[in-house]
C-alpha cells in the first residue's frame, strides 16, 4: 500500500503477440509467441485482425514485412488450449472469428512481403502464403499440418492452394500433410525466393524497400486486379482494368511518373 492508503500494485497492460513495428513507410507485422514457435492463440487472432485494420487505414504504411518472432514464422494455432479449456463460445462462432483475420490479410490493400523462417505449419503456412511476395530461408519448412492434428484445412487454404499450385498439388499437401523444405516449395511455385538465412533479412528488405517507393495507389489497384482475377471473366478483367487506370490518370503520381521518364530520373511517389 501507498502512503495514502491505495495500492502500490501497478494493473499492467496485455502484451500484444501480434506487434506493429514502423521505420519509414515500411511496417513489420511481428507474430510474437516465440515459446510456442509462434503459435496463435484466441487472443492472437483478434489482435491481427484489428493490426491489419490498423496498417490498411494509415497512409504512411506503403509496404508491410510480415514475420515471427525468433527463429520460427508460425507454427499454426495453438491447438493445446483448444484441448484444455472450455469455452462459452461455440466452435463455429470461434472459427468465424478467425475467418475475420483471413480476410482482414488477404484484403489489405498494400504489398506484403512474408519472411519466413523456420516452421511455417498449418494456418501459419497459410498466413505465409496470404502475402504477396514470399521469400523463405534455405532452413525453413512448411506443412499443412492439420490431418495430422484431426483437422480439417482452413485459413484460407481450401480457396488458396488450388489457385496457387492446382488441384492434384493442394490435395497432396493437404491430405498427407508432410513437411516440405523451402526449396521443394519454390519449385511448386508456392514461394517467391529461397535463400540463405544470413541474406533473408536483407532481401525481404530490399524488397521491401522498392515497394515503399512505389506508386501505392497504382499497386494497390495491381493487388486487387490480380487477385481478383480467377474468379473474374476476361471481359469483366478488361473492364475492372479499365476503372482503375482511368483513377491513375487522375493521380499525381502518374504525372509525376511521366514527368519523371521525360527527365531521366527516378520517380518520388507520394500516394496521390
Known sequence: MSHDGTSDDVVSEPVPHIRIERAGNVARLVVSNPRRKNAING??????????????????????????EGGDFCSGADVSRVASEESSV????????IGRSVLAMHELPKPVVARVDGVAAGA??????????????????FSQIFAKRGLTVDWGGSWLLPRLV???????????ADMWSA???AQMGLLNRVVPVEQLDATVDDI???????????????????????????SQAVEAEAQAQ???????????????????????????
Open 166 to 176: 492446382g488441384m492434384h498439388r493442394a490435395k497432396e499437401l493437404v491430405l498427407l
Open 208 to 234: 521491401a524497400a522498392r515497394l515503399a517507393a512505389g506508386p501505392p495507389i497504382a499497386l494497390s489497384m495491381s493487388k486487387k486486379l490480380l487477385n481478383a482475377g480467377p474468379e473474374s471473366t476476361l
Open 90 to 97: 461455440s466452435s463455429l462462432d470461434n472459427m468465424r472469428y
Open 183 to 185: 526449396p521443394e516449395l
Open 246 to 272: 482511368s483513377v491513375n490518370f487522375t493521380t499525381r503520381d502518374t504525372l509525376e511518373a511521366m514527368l519523371a521518364f521525360a527527365e531521366k530520373r527516378p520517380p518520388v511517389f507520394e500516394g496521390r
Open 124 to 141: 501459419g503456412m497459410n498466413l505465409a502464403l496470404a502475402a504477396d511476395i514470399v521469400v523463405a530461408s534455405d532452413r525453413a519448412r
Open 43 to 68: 487472443e492472437m487472432w483478434g489482435q491481427l485482425t484489428a493490426a491489419c485494420t490498423e496498417l490498411a487505414e494509415d497512409a504512411s504504411v506503403r509496404a508491410i514485412v510480415l514475420t515471427g
